[in-house]
């Protein structure tokens, strides 16, 4: 492939905000393999002069930092991009009583007006002023109610397309005073045109094209799709938009603790085709943090490792992996071990993340049991004995030992809810009694995963955004000693009934009235720890 930037993007807006130090050892690892473009995605997380509510307590650069970060990549030969966003996923910023009246709608800023302007000048000011890049990654993605809220109050219906332009034109005319060229997310052009991003057949008004500023150049996204056909059916789409597109896949960060090395090494293979025979001269690989920024971005090596490999004209999977185990003194079948906690009943072919949310879930609500299949738990005992036993020396010790602990603790946690029921269900004090033991092993095996956990996030990111994890593993610990407490006190004979176990557990998809269909898909932790309000 001839290629002008093959880069990575990193989100540090999901409360993981990555430290320096991580930071210059990932352009390091990254520029060693081919790598020489890397975006920081900041949505409010770097600094805004005179704007002290902007990433407060979010754990934001500094204007200081991101300098000497600019400085170190442009040593390494590669180009650090400003990823911002100025239109939508600013709910963060939202909360802040000074900046209520610049929303539109949810996440959405107000378009046409001009506070909103002189917001947008003052972020372009500061990335300028800290990055040597001309090139700033605008955002604009998902603004899905846009108009929809105070801009209608204020100017009535009008039609949503032209909205984003006109916006994106006053944006763009910003970007041109302080000499950048502007990327953005193209997903809005679709949507708007046809009510779906990922159709190559939306009617794309030709006065669309003549109206998309000269120095904004789009960006396809896309991290699902496995057939070479349809990636070269939307690159074809968006020439309809502009000539110069960016292509931005996805190495799967974001869908708990455990990566998705496998999909995203087959989705990636899929995409270079196509982006190869259609010449596309941007590409990047977004490590998303959605719902808490759970996941090491480290964890996703082998996907980083084939996509360089790949891109620079080596395609033989078993000379890429031999490269891969001389380079970092790991296997390529070992480090592909830290897959294992997101599927340990399924296979790599689809995304699934069991390990979240049968971590979290609760055990006497029991919302997510329907998905079990009885086997979990011997599943990640033995998700947990292969990871125990690699070699686990050097700089990637502590991704092994994180897993191998979530998966030891999932041994006990995955089915704790359907055997309590079980137990409780039958009214034989030594089921029960078993059950409480469980419990207790349960509590022991979360705290040593929190240890690892917590040392993992101390290795990498600032500490801001820990709190996150700290309230859901500490609201985690609390309830299993609750519920062992609970039944500790029924077995007793101290109460009568435990008003949870007493409800019909229900299908949480919906189906029908069996249980144990498969297994799902859940990343949102309020929607997995209780059908009630947090």
Not at 7 to 27: E, L
Not at 48 to 60: M, S, V
Not at 455 to 477: C, T, Y
Request: proline letters at 2%.
């Amino acid at each position: 492939m001839n290629l002008k930037r093959l880069g990575t993007m990193i989100d540090c807006s999901r409360n993981a905000v990555m430290n320096p130090g991580t930071v210059r050892r990932w352009i390091d690892l990254t520029a060693d393999m081919g790598y020489n473009m890397l975006m920081l995605y900041t949505e409010d997380t770097y600094e805004l002069e005179g704007e002290p509510y902007f990433g407060y307590g979010r754990g934001h650069y500094s204007r200081e930092e991101l300098k000497a970060l600019d400085s170190y990549a442009a040593g390494k030969g590669m180009e650090l991009i400003p990823c911002i966003q100025t239109l939508a996923h600013l709910n963060t910023v939202k909360r802040w009583p000074v900046y209520k009246d610049c929303f539109d709608i949810d996440d959405i800023l107000l378009a046409e007006d001009e506070e909103v302007y002189r917001l947008i000048d003052k972020m372009f000011d500061s990335v300028t002023s800290c990055f040597t890049s001309r090139v700033v990654h605008i955002g604009m993605d998902e603004a899905f109610r846009v108009g929809r809220g105070r801009f209608y109050d204020k100017h009535g219906d009008r039609n949503r397309t032209g909205i984003l332009l006109n916006h994106l034109s006053r944006v763009a005319e910003i970007g041109r005073r302080y000499g950048l060229r502007l990327c953005m997310w193209s997903d809005m052009f679709f949507r708007l045109a046809g009510g779906d991003y990922y159709n190559p057949g939306a009617e794309l008004c030709e006065t669309v094209r003549e109206q998309i500023p000269e120095n904004v150049e789009l960006i396809y996204w896309d991290y699902y799709h496995k057939d070479i056909g349809h990636y070269r059916d939307m690159l074809e789409a968006h020439k309809k938009l502009g000539e110069e597109i960016w292509f931005a896949g996805g190495s799967w960060t974001w869908t708990g603790f455990a990566p998705h090395n496998a999909i995203s090494i087959r989705n990636t293979k899929a995409a270079l085709t196509a982006c190869g025979e259609k010449e596309t001269a941007n590409v990047f690989l977004t490590l998303w943090g959605d719902n808490g920024g759970e996941c090491s971005r480290f964890s996703v090596l082998p996907a980083l490792f084939y996509a360089a490999e790949a891109a620079g004209g080596n395609n033989a999977e078993n000379v890429i992996r031999e490269r891969f185990a001389q380079k970092y003194e790991v296997s390529w079948e070992d480090f592909m071990l830290l897959d294992l906690p997101d599927s340990p009943n399924g296979s790599q072919e689809e995304v699934i993340n069991s390990e979240k949310y049968l971590l979290y879930q609760d055990p006497f609500c029991g919302l997510l049991d329907s998905t079990l299949n009885g086997t979990e738990g011997e599943s990640f005992a033995r998700c947990a004995a292969r990871l125990r036993a690699v070699e686990k020396t050097g700089q990637f010790r502590c991704l092994f030992e994180t897993q191998a602990a979530l998966c030891e603790l999932l041994a006990v946690k995955a089915d704790l809810g359907s055997r309590t029921r079980e137990a409780y269900a039958s009214g034989d004090p030594l089921l029960l009694s078993g059950v409480i033991a469980l419990y207790q092993s349960a509590e022991e095996r979360l705290d040593v995963f929190y240890d690892c956990f917590e040392r993992q996030w101390e290795q990498e990111n600032k500490g801001q955004g820990f709190e996150v994890q700290d309230i859901r593993l500490g609201g985690l610990r609390q309830r299993l000693r609750h519920c062992r407490r609970q039944l500790e006190r029924y077995a007793a004979g101290e109460i009568g009934q435990i008003d949870e176990l007493e409800e019909k557990l229900l299908d949480f998809q919906g189906q029908d009235e069996r249980f144990g269909e498969k297994a799902v898909y859940l990343n949102v932790w309020s929607e997995m720890v209780t059908p009630n309000i947090l």
